[in-house]
């Protein structure tokens, strides 16, 4: 059976599974893995096979307030071609 957790609880937190971090930040739980992956979201893995991944509550806000480059729109212009002569 699932565990549930309501908002308040989420968001007294200091440190997040990867399912309450999920939750806090309003995203599906594979999301976090590639963050995580990816060097984006900063967790630590913990336990006997390091299974379990915990991530600070200051990670989850860097990686909320962190500049990103927007993404790319279907109607932007690619790469200029050379043409030949």
């Given at each position: 059976m699932a565990k549930v957790i309501t908002k308040q609880a989420v968001t007294d937190l200091d440190v997040f599974g990867i399912e309450e971090c999920a939750q806090y930040m309003g995203v599906n739980p594979r999301t976090i893995y590639q963050l995580l992956r990816a060097g984006q979201l900063v967790g630590r893995r913990i336990g006997?096979?390091?299974?379990?991944?915990?991530i600070h509550r200051?990670?989850?806000?860097?990686y909320l307030m962190a500049p990103r480059?927007?993404?790319?729109?279907?109607?932007?212009?690619g790469?200029?071609?050379k043409r030949r002569a």
């Amino acid at each position: 059976m699932a565990k549930v957790i309501t908002k308040q609880a989420v968001t007294d937190l200091d440190v997040f599974g990867i399912e309450e971090c999920a939750q806090y930040m309003g995203v599906n739980p594979r999301t976090i893995y590639q963050l995580l992956r990816a060097g984006q979201l900063v967790g630590r893995r913990i336990g006997v096979r390091g299974k379990t991944w915990k991530i600070h509550r200051d990670a989850v806000r860097d990686y909320l307030m962190a500049p990103r480059k927007p993404p790319l729109s279907e109607e932007a212009p690619g790469p200029a071609r050379k043409r030949r002569a």
